[in-house]
């Protein structure tokens, strides 16, 4: 006689599921990966699926949420349990958009993304939305900082927070094409950037 599998109470199932897709999209892309293979991979049917997303575009808003909720968090304790002259901003750009640890790389989600939203509204708002969300909480970071004395108080918070997102994609572009950036490239970037706003590179 064969072993059943032990069965799930509703939250467990919702987050095998959520956990499942997080790997499944963040390693393929939203059109390649279907909720058949994420059902299956995550021991449940594709109607208890359905119970708990109602669409897979639902599922796939539902995956950079939580994405952004893990990077959100390293963040978090980084703020709470680190002195201001300790680097907010160079700690924070190491967890940046890919921490690791994370079920799903965010800037890889973004990067996908952007291919779905030219065809689907809902994911270009939710889109937006989001990438606005994680700008607005970078800049006021960064203004954090400038009130304790380790940003230069000219640089403009709003700006700077774009300029980190976007080292953080042409990071996770240069490791889907390789050989993009040199082996030091990355070194310099963060230390250029360190240098513009504390004035210091160290």
């Not at 109470?9 to 058949?36: Q, V």
């Not at 890889?108 to 969300?133: F, G, K, N, P, V």
């Not at 700006?159 to 240069?174: G, H, K, M, N, P």
Request: charged share 30%.
């Amino acid at each position: 006689m064969s072993a059943t599998r032990p069965r799930l109470a509703a939250a467990e199932r919702r987050r095998a599921i959520l956990d499942t897709a997080s790997r499944a999209f963040s390693e393929g892309s939203y059109r390649g990966t279907t909720t058949a293979e994420i059902a299956r991979e995550a021991g449940v049917t594709e109607p208890v699926l359905y119970r708990h997303f109602a669409s897979k575009r639902e599922l796939y808003l539902a995956v950079l949420e939580s994405a952004w909720g893990e990077i959100r968090e390293g963040w978090d304790r980084i703020l709470a349990e680190t002195d201001p002259a300790d680097g907010w901003i160079p700690k924070m750009s190491k967890v940046a958009l890919s921490a690791p640890g994370c079920r799903a790389v965010l800037a890889d989600l973004w990067i996908q993304s952007l291919s779905e939203a030219y065809d689907d509204a809902e994911i270009r708002r939710y889109l937006r939305r989001q990438m606005r969300e994680v700008h607005d909480y970078v800049a006021d970071v960064i203004r954090r900082a400038q009130e304790a004395g380790t940003v230069e108080i000219e640089r403009d918070p709003e700006a700077e927070a774009w300029i980190f997102l976007s080292v953080s994609l042409l990071v996770t572009v240069a490791r889907r094409l390789g050989g993009l950036l040199a082996n030091d490239d990355l070194d310099r970037i963060r230390t250029s950037r360190r240098t513009w706003m504390t004035g210091s590179p160290a």
